[in-house]
């Protein structure tokens, strides 16, 4: 119900965990069942991986060298804030905001949004993958492993988006990253605007 303070020291729980309080100092965190996090922090130098659906009920920040739910995550409508590395497993749903830090690697077909999807680092996708949110950004790079993007919503790409099948998205984009590629077709059905050269690659750009 109160703090942890994890003197640089790894923890490993098997079974299912409840953070009522922020957890902090932590080498690594692997917790086998389930997560509830009420606590709005967890903090380690290495790894965490939830290897169980994750539920919240704050706004939470995970600070970590790579954060990994290999479940799905119940965002409770509050933000979620991942400072290093990111890599979804599965659907991600109900949340406010996400802005990870780091690189991202999306396995799970989906992440929802009331608000903003912020991407600051590399983004790779193994799955084909809805994000739905107000505006989705991606920072850096993304490339699509030959599977589909579809974004619900406005799409800002500042770099170079490569290797999708194919790109669908239903709000405006901002293009400021020079080139889009897909085997298949692009679509754009909102207003698009430019502040690069760009080249988009496809069978049909719509």
Do not use: R
Request: avoid cysteine.
């Amino acid at each position: 119900n109160s703090t942890f303070a994890g003197g640089t020291k790894s923890l490993t729980i098997t079974g299912n965990a409840e953070f009522d309080a922020a957890v902090s100092g932590l080498s690594s965190l692997n917790i086998s069942g389930t997560t509830q996090l009420d606590g709005g922090v967890i903090t380690s130098t290495g790894t965490q991986t939830y290897q169980g659906a994750v539920t919240q009920s704050v706004d939470t920040v995970l600070t970590g060298s790579l954060v990994t739910f290999n479940s799905t995550f119940a965002g409770g409508s509050k933000s979620l804030a991942i400072t290093g590395n990111a890599e979804f497993d599965a659907a991600i749903s109900g949340l406010s905001t996400l802005n990870v830090s780091g690189t991202t690697q999306l396995d799970g077909d989906s992440i929802t949004s009331t608000g903003t999807q912020t991407y600051q680092g590399a983004v790779t996708q193994s799955v084909d993958n809805t994000l739905t949110g107000s505006l989705v950004t991606f920072n850096s790079t993304f490339a699509g492993g030959t599977k589909s993007l579809t974004i619900t919503g406005n799409a800002g790409f500042d770099a170079a988006v490569s290797d999708l099948s194919s790109l669908n998205v239903s709000g405006t984009t901002q293009m400021d990253g020079g080139s889009v590629t897909s085997t298949g077709t692009q679509i754009y059905q909102g207003a698009v605007t430019q502040s690069v050269d760009t080249i988009l690659s496809s069978s049909m750009v719509t």
